[in-house]
């Protein structure tokens, strides 16, 4: 039984940039800082990267083992979760069983190794069954519904200076940690006692379209 195993999924293809997961910030492809990120915590014994890029199919290692995604597995339609299903299939059969796996999507490269390592703490610190990372904003949000507008979290009457409104707490898709066996019955990355890891606003940056890769490419 592995305590935790990191999975990184890596598709090739995506609609807003071409080949996203290997663009270059730094001289060095955004897949990688996931990587080393993965590679610097101590506490991931094994390191999994489910992909179809045939340039990241490397030879295995002790630590690190990288799965060819069916192509069935790999369209804009198919879910995370049904790679990281396809994934542990493939461990099993290497008689390899993780007890939490912790789910580093590529698309956040500024999330490090103290930023995994601190929400594992947390995650056993608290008992937790799941845990997501976010981080804290203060927005004024809305809603539209039929044809008109409702404020979600402040009162029109009694409206507050940003300083003083609550923070509410956004998802930034970096890290999501998770009881393996549990996974299996309820097929989904977030159940049971929930917890969450607030990471900074600069780490949490996740790189979805253009504008988010020249803003990482600045930092």
């Known amino acids: ?87 542990l299939n493939f461990l099993k059969k290497k008689k390899i069983f993780p ?8 698309t956040s490269p500024f999330r490090n ?7 594992i703490k947390i ?22 519904k039929k044809k008109k507008y409702f404020p979600l979290n402040y009162n029109l009457k009694n409206r507050k200076r940003k300083q003083d409104s609550k923070s509410i707490i956004i998802e930034n898709g970096a890290i999501f940690i998770f009881n393996c066996k549990k996974f299996h019955k309820v097929r989904s990355r977030l159940f049971g006692k929930i917890g969450c890891y607030i990471m900074s606003k600069r780490n949490s940056l996740e790189i979805d379209e253009l504008y988010d890769l020249n803003v990482a490419r600045k930092i």
């Open 1 to 87: 039984m592995e305590k935790y195993v990191a999975i990184i999924p890596a598709r090739k293809g995506s609609k807003t940039i071409k080949n996203k997961n290997l663009v270059n910030i730094k001289k060095k492809r955004i897949i990688d800082y996931t990587i080393q990120a993965a590679k610097k915590t101590r506490k991931i014994s094994k390191i999994v990267i489910t992909t179809d890029i045939e340039s990241l199919i490397k030879k295995n290692t002790s630590r690190e083992i990288f799965i060819r995604r069916p192509k069935k597995l790999a369209g804009d339609f198919a879910s995370t979760e049904s790679a990281i299903f396809h994934s």
């Open 113 to 119: 190794h103290s930023d995994i390592l601190k929400s």
């Open 123 to 144: 995650f056993e610190i608290n008992k937790l069954d799941s845990l997501f990372s976010g981080f804290e904003e203060k927005f004024l949000m809305w809603k539209y």
């Open 99 to 106: 007890e939490n796996l912790i789910l580093l999507q590529p």
